[in-house]
């Protein structure tokens, strides 16, 4: 047994698994990150795990796009052999006298990559058969699909990248990249001197056969480097080739062919960063605290110098010209712009519109109700949900919900659910036999929007930040916030491909009920209005427009930018303002002085709940003398009587990180508690004709709520999907459809 032992300890798989806990750390992170990530232990509220699990190409989970995942993965696995290679070659001298020392090396370097492969492979199958319900025989021809992948390009870069042949741009990339060159650069430390030879006595051969370590032939040190800065130059040239491979795959994305699965893009980005990391370490040695600093002084400065700067651009607007012509954004310009002339102004007009709206639905005499929209945030899972609730309620009505609602507001993806349902039924307006029921629009909205903005950050933002697209008359640099608005542009068959100002006329005529987009200015905490026409009357609140110093807590995007083109703004770039969810979504800039920065309306108000109050209570008198029935209909993707469960610190880690996350970790509890203030007080203005109907996101199976993330499963749609028809649900949506059929039902006696 002790021999047995003794022999298994100095297998050099084994040795090598040891040295990599023992030295270079930093590297197995990479497959740490893997392996939380495909658990959904890391970064599940994204549906970061969807990436890999279940990979898009073209818009489907395929063969090919599992072939394609596998391919990368694959790319991954060899660039692992590759930095540890070149990082660890030194401490096996001997592998020089074997022939193609880095097949070998790779062969008993594979420790980690096939107990990824095994644990991967159990969690796929699982992951498709439970959350996408695939059958049998579709699981074994997307897993053929993967390992056909992965085969194929091992099989590639055994034959080419890592032959010992040398051509023209192998030397050329290895005289640039020589290690040796590169560390005589480097000053001599030492404490960089290290001798730690791998003591394998045992190895598997290019054969797949245990052999002898001590059975190689042996040569002068000096031949080993040789032969082993050789292989060197063929690896990095390798990851030179992934860099090549990214950048193209980026330059291209906007071509379907080229737009491979996030997944796909992630791994060749982490394959880049594992070499880089790698690089940092071999090269710096002792100096690599040193070389991080500095890397991270240099990053300050450029943004600092607006060299480099991440954020993203409102596609439309005009950004040129300098700071003393962009409108300033402090309060005395807030003050000077936002008058209580125009905000009587602009209420006026939204009075007219609503005597149009009232014109086409009832006879003068007549107080029709009258409809108000809210929908919560929530990625994906509130797209899906919101377009759900009111196309079903909209189907059981006849279309009286559409013809009755004159507001729709809201956050992230609910709002991008309610524009499209909208903007369906604005084309239906115009189109013959218009079928706006037509489930193919539900699937629509349901479909992925995570693997475009996953797979533009990969290949477009990191590697190449400075590449340029064209809208309309301006050019912007591209990003994943542009990436997003295509692929939404996609998905809706082209229904949110216009300018807000498009719907303007729409809205006017008060046939089409007027969209409010906000956003959260995260310099100040305000609030930002975007729609076609202005809407002062929402950007402060009644009590302070006689003051001096009114409070002015909203901004109003078509007035305050009127100059920058306000109203060629894109709609997906509005609705994309909206829903720009911190690290997922760059924070997008508009051109004031100083820089408005916009996020999430979420972190200001998760259900749409204060803009709908603040505009219930602007048009007060209108409404309390020209509608019937006011009705807010609230579409939640959570329940508004559930906000999480109570907990007692129990851990030393607990104590100390409550109170900083506390914030973070009960917002939506907060805003929750805040809409109830706000729905107890506003029926009082209104001589008690508001009332409230609210549908709620109910997962059908306690404690599986789908995630909130920019992707669905087959499973999670069919969650939501099937909610609508939940007691609660359901007894809602017919107690606002009694109130609108009832009234339809009089005019058509009428």
């Known amino acids: 047994m002790r021999k047995l032992l003794r022999n298994i300890y100095f297998f050099m798989p084994v040795q090598l698994l040891l040295l990599h806990l023992r030295k270079y750390r930093l590297l197995l992170v990479f497959w740490l990150i893997l392996y939380f990530t495909i658990t959904g232990n890391l970064a599940a509220h994204f549906g970061a795990s969807s990436l890999f699990l279940a990979p898009e190409y073209l818009g489907y989970i395929n063969f090919t796009s599992m072939f394609l995942l596998g391919g990368a993965l694959c790319v991954f696995i060899m660039t692992w052999h590759i930095t540890t290679f070149v990082v660890h070659s030194k401490r096996m001298p001997y592998m020089g006298a074997t022939r193609q020392a880095f097949i070998v090396y790779s062969i008993n370097n594979s420790v980690v990559p096939v107990l990824f492969l095994l644990f991967y492979e159990f969690i796929s199958v ?289 709002m991008i659910g309610a524009t499209y349902w909208r ?17 193919a629009y539900q699937e629509n909205i349901g479909k992925d929007l995570l693997n475009s903005i996953i797979f533009s950050l990969a290949s477009v933002d990191v590697i190449s930040p400075f590449a340029r697209i064209s809208v309309g008359q301006y050019t912007y640099p591209r990003g994943r916030g542009y990436a997003l608005e295509q692929e939404m542009i996609r998905n809706t068959d082209g229904l949110l491909d216009s300018t807000i100002g498009y719907w303007s006329a729409h809205e006017q005529t008060g046939a089409s009920p007027r969209v409010f987009i906000a956003g959260t200015i995260v310099n100040d905490g305000r609030k930002l209005v975007m729609n076609g026409e202005p809407a002062t009357f929402l950007s402060q609140p009644c009590y302070s427009l006689n003051d001096p110093n009114p409070q002015v807590d909203c901004v109003d995007f078509a007035t305050f930018f009127s100059a920058q083109d306000a109203t060629n703004l894109r709609l997906a770039s509005a609705l994309r303002m909206n829903a720009t969810f911190p690290f997922i979504l760059p924070v997008v800039k508009l051109p004031s002085h100083p820089v408005m920065n916009v996020m999430d309306a979420g972190l200001r108000d998760n259900f749409g709940s204060e803009l709908a109050g603040r505009y219930l209570y602007a048009l007060r008198y209108w409404l309390s003398n020209y509608a019937g029935d006011i009705i807010q209909l609230d579409i939640r993707d959570t329940r508004e009587n559930f906000v999480g469960t109570p907990f007692e610190q129990s851990s030393l880690m607990g104590m100390l990180a409550d109170p900083i996350f506390a914030i973070q970790n009960k917002w939506e509890a907060f805003q929750s508690f805040n809409h109830s203030y706000i729905k107890d007080f506003s029926p009082s203005f209104l001589g008690g004709k508001l009332h409230y109907i609210t549908l709620k996101y109910t997962p059908l199976e306690s404690g599986k709520n789908a995630e909130l993330n920019f992707h669905l499963t087959q499973k999670e749609k069919s969650d939501i999907y099937k909610s609508i028809n939940q007691p609660e649900n359901s007894s809602e949506a017919h107690k606002l459809a009694a109130v609108l059929n009832s009234f339809s039902d009089q005019e058509k006696e009428k």
């Open 423 to 439: 903007n369906l039924h604005d084309r239906a307006a115009t189109a013959h036999n218009a079928d706006i029921y037509n489930p």
């Open 126 to 414: 699982r992951f498709l058969r439970h959350e996408e319900g695939d059958h049998l025989a579709r699981i074994l021809l997307l897993e053929l699909g993967f390992l056909l992948g992965l085969t194929f390009v091992t099989f590639l870069s055994f034959a080419y990248f890592f032959s010992v042949s040398r051509d023209s741009l192998k030397v050329a990339i290895s005289k640039i990249t020589n290690p040796v060159r590169i560390r005589e650069i480097v000053p001599y430390d030492s404490l960089d001197y290290e001798i730690d030879i791998i003591p394998a006595q045992s190895y598997i051969s290019g054969k797949l056969r245990v052999e002898k370590s001590t059975d190689l032939e042996p040569y002068h040190p000096r031949v080993m480097n040789t032969v082993l800065r050789r292989h060197h130059r063929n690896v990095i040239f390798g990851t030179f080739m992934c860099l090549v491979v990214l950048v193209v795959l980026g330059t291209f994305k906007e071509t379907p062919l080229f737009r491979v699965p996030a997944g796909c893009g992630f791994l060749i980005l982490f394959s880049i960063m594992m070499s880089f990391v790698a690089a940092l370490s071999y090269f710096l040695k002792s100096w690599e605290t040193i070389g991080w600093i500095i890397i991270i002084v240099l990053m300050s400065l450029l943004v600092k110098y607006k060299m480099f700067d991440m954020r993203s651009f409102a596609y439309g607007v005009d950004y040129r010209g300098r700071n003393e012509s962009l409108p300033a954004y402090d309060y005395p310009a807030l003050k000077s712009v936002f008058t209580t002339a125009l905000y009587r102004k602009d209420l006026h007009a939204e009075e007219k519109r609503l005597d149009k709206w009232k014109a086409l639905v009832a006879e003068d005499s007549e107080k029709p109700p009258l409809v108000i929209v809210t929908v919560s945030g929530g990625g994906s899972r509130s797209a899906y949900w919101s377009f759900r609730s009111l196309q079903y309620i909209d189907s059981i009505t006849h279309g009286a919900l559409f013809r009755h609602t004159v507001m729709i507001t809201g956050a992230s993806g609910g």
